[in-house]
């Protein structure tokens, strides 16, 4: 089985897969680092500024529906990713998968992203709006119905420290929990 963590960049889909695969004896693979790949491992920025975001998109693409052969790991998404077709496509119909939305407000991501000063230097912004809270609400709200309808679970981490994120987590891994749900929200 695999877990795919999806949400907004500062979700935490990093740091709770890590946890999460250390948790579940699994390993732990990023789609960003598995793209960067395709690009002697440059920056997003770095990549996007000599290529195009465009060329970034199409190997997001085929390094996702690449980890998506492999069992026993918990992926983590670029916030994007899904916002592909062909990614977006292979995400909702992998096999012995759960996908779980790890949700928080966008102030809550704004507040993350701002604390995290590798940020602004290896990730590109996604808008004219460069970054802010604006930019975020924007983004979000495109990707949020996508991110809703793919997950089958949804956990809310505003507000919650790495434990008990992963307590969520698990909460929600089939065969690891009681419930599906996170928050009781329906997923697609």
């Known amino acids: 089985m695999n877990v795919i ?3 907004y960049r500062g979700s935490g889909k990093t740091t709770l897969g890590r946890a999460l695969a250390g948790r579940l004896g699994y390993g732990y693979v990023d789609v960003d680092d598995a793209t960067r790949e395709a690009f002697d ?3 997003i920025a770095e990549i996007w500024r000599r290529h195009g975001e465009p060329a970034w998109r ?9 980890l998506l052969e492999s069992d026993n790991q918990v992926i983590g998404l670029g916030g994007g990713t899904l916002m592909q077709p062909g990614a977006r496509q292979a995400v909702a119909r992998a096999r012995d998968a759960v996908r779980i939305y790890l949700h928080a407000p966008a102030a809550v ?3 993350r992203i701002a604390a995290d000063a590798a940020t602004a230097a290896t990730r590109p912004s996604l808008t004219a709006l460069g970054g802010s809270l604006a930019e975020i609400e924007h983004v979000l709200a495109e990707r949020e119905p996508v991110y809703r309808a793919v997950a089958d679970a949804v956990v809310d981490v505003a507000g919650l420290g790495v434990d008990e994120a992963l307590a969520a987590l ?4 089939p065969g690891r929990g009681k419930g599906r749900r996170g928050d009781g929200s329906q997923g697609g």
């Open 170 to 173: 698990l909460a929600v891994v």
């Open 5 to 7: 963590l999806l949400g």
């Open 41 to 43: 491992n440059a920056t």
């Open 109 to 111: 991501l704004h507040e």
């Open 58 to 66: 199409r190997a997001e693409v085929e390094a996702t529906v690449r």
